[in-house]
T-cell receptor, first 115, second 116 residues
Framework: AQSVAQPEDQVNVAEGNPLTVKCTYS??????LFWYVQYPNRGLQFLLK??????LVKGSYGFEAEFNKSQTSFHLKKPSALVSDSALYFC?????????????FGKGTRLSVIA | EPEVTQTPSHQVTQMGQEVILRCVPI?????FYWYRQILGQKVEFLVS????????KSEIFDDQFSVERPDGSNFTLKIRSTKLEDSAMYFC??????????????FGPGTRLTVL
């Protein structure tokens, strides 16, 4: 069975500092990995995904994520945080062999960027 | 940029009442989903729909739930007799390529359902 763990409920970072939101996953085959962001009273917005190739994936709003197969991780990063990045971030996974199956989500990490 | 839209944004209903949540997926998308998020919990899959039939459903999606694509644009989720525990944010999502696991699912803004 597929699963995703986001070990931190809350991450606080000062504006201008680098940020990391952690995600680890478990799948039986090769993973497809996704990050979504949810702003207050809004839906889930797609940020980036890892399918294959380069382990460092770049996405929207200056975010990037690094796929690490040996550590089964897909941490979300940004070199310099903005107050407007404050939101709820979800990591999700799908198994390579499962076709167009539903995404399995982590429980979310609330990012708070302080001015 | 095309978006998934959902109506209403907030629905309040009495326990035992029927509700219909509506979604308009992105126009050239073929595969549709409903997910839900109970307050403070993770986003959970309910059902997927392709080619006018249910493709996959979770154990949450019991006989009280049904989905329909009544015309070429709308995709609906019906809850026949709502329970208190159905209170949640319901998200619709769509994806273009039904065969590809690499395709991105695009989500709507959600409908917050409150059952009293």
């Amino acid at each position: 069975a597929q699963s995703v763990a986001q070990p931190e409920d809350q991450v606080n970072v000062a504006e201008g500092n680098p940020l990391t939101v952690k995600c680890t996953y478990s799948v039986s085959g090769n993973p497809y990995l996704f990050w979504y962001v949810q702003y207050p009273n809004r839906g889930l917005q797609f940020l980036l995904k890892y399918i294959t190739g380069d382990n460092l994936v770049k996405g929207s709003y200056g975010f990037e994520a690094e796929f690490n197969k040996s550590q089964t991780s897909f941490h979300l990063k940004k070199p310099s945080a903005l107050v407007s990045d404050s939101a709820l971030y979800f990591c999700a996974v799908r198994d390579f062999y499962s076709g167009n199956t539903p995404l399995v989500f982590g429980k979310g990490t609330r990012l708070s960027v302080i001015a | 940029e095309p978006e998934v839209t959902q109506t209403p944004s907030h629905q309040v209903t009495q326990m035992g009442q029927e509700v219909i949540l509506r979604c308009v997926p992105i126009s050239n998308h073929l595969y549709f989903y409903w997910y839900r998020q109970i307050l403070g919990q993770k986003v959970e899959f309910l059902v997927s729909f392709y080619n006018n039939e249910i493709s996959e459903k979770s154990e949450i999606f019991d006989d009280q739930f049904s989905v329909e694509r009544p015309d070429g644009s709308n995709f609906t989720l019906k809850i026949r007799s709502t329970k208190l525990e159905d209170s949640a944010m319901y998200f619709c999502a769509s994806t273009r390529d039904p065969a590809s696991g690499t395709d991105t699912q695009y989500f709507g803004p959600g409908t917050r359902l409150t059952v009293l």
